[in-house]
């Protein structure tokens, strides 16, 4: 499954994606547990570590809002609200655009580092998925949606003003969104140990600087290039 992708904002990367993947595999547990996770093996002990592999995950056979699904690939919802007024003390909670979603394999598979070329067409799946959903109103009109109820979720009764002005850049998102093609869209994977939840997720970043505007970089150092990520995967002999 080829994929048209222009916008890489998220490239050249390629050392630390390297680095990161072969420290993976270097783990004396790694295949093991990323065998456990993905067979869910009942009674596994995985690896007693921070951020490696556990049995379960907020992402394990997701049963929250779909906003779109393939064969094997749902595409989701960011649950923080894009706007860095909602977390004054912690803008890194924000979400890194107006529109951020998430790619996500319906089966166990840990992470972009666990990986390798008998699965890692998932990455493909996901962005195909994304694209060919964004090109329907009726998919946007979800994102729309999802992205209000996030600014919503992330309301403080003690700092009103902070929803106020999220909700009057939701509808700068309302106004312009239809603007938006597929080109507008980076698709970045955060690896081991850069992850925060042990189940593979895609970001999907919409980069003009208007949708990025009011949410935070702080992840950006982080994100790799899903298809560099990818191509890296494919190439190792």
């Known amino acids: 499954m080829e994929n048209r992708v222009v916008n890489r904002s998220f490239s050249g990367k390629y050392e630390k994606i390297v680095e990161q993947y072969e420290a993976f595999h270097n783990k004396a547990e790694a295949k093991v547990d990323v065998a456990a996770y993905l067979n869910r093996t009942e009674g596994h002990q995985f690896l007693d570590e921070p951020k490696w592999i556990k049995a379960k995950t907020p992402f394990t056979e997701w049963s929250g809002n779909v906003l779109a699904s393939s064969k094997n690939a749902l595409i989701i919802g960011n649950q923080s609200s894009f706007d860095t007024v909602q977390y004054p003390l912690a803008h890194g909670r924000a979400g890194m655009s107006m529109i951020h979603l998430l790619g996500i394999p319906k089966e166990n598979l840990f992470n972009g580092v666990s990986l390798d070329r008998s699965n ?107 298809l560099e990520v990818r191509d890296y995967i494919i190439s190792r002999q």
């Open 120 to 226: 890692v067409e998932i990455i493909d799946e996901m962005i195909h998925c994304f694209q060919k959903n964004w090109e329907l109103p009726e998919f946007r009109s979800k994102v729309l949606a999802h992205q209000e109820q996030a600014i919503e979720r992330a309301k403080d009764e003690k700092n009103p003003k902070s929803y106020l002005k999220a909700m009057v850049h939701h509808k700068e998102l309302q106004r312009c969104i239809d603007d938006l093609t597929v080109d507008d869209f980076a698709f970045g994977l955060h690896l081991w140990p850069d992850h925060s939840i042990g189940h593979l997720h895609m970001h999907i970043i919409a980069t003009p600087y208007w949708c990025r505007q009011h949410s935070t970089f702080l992840h950006d150092d982080k994100t790799k290039d899903a």
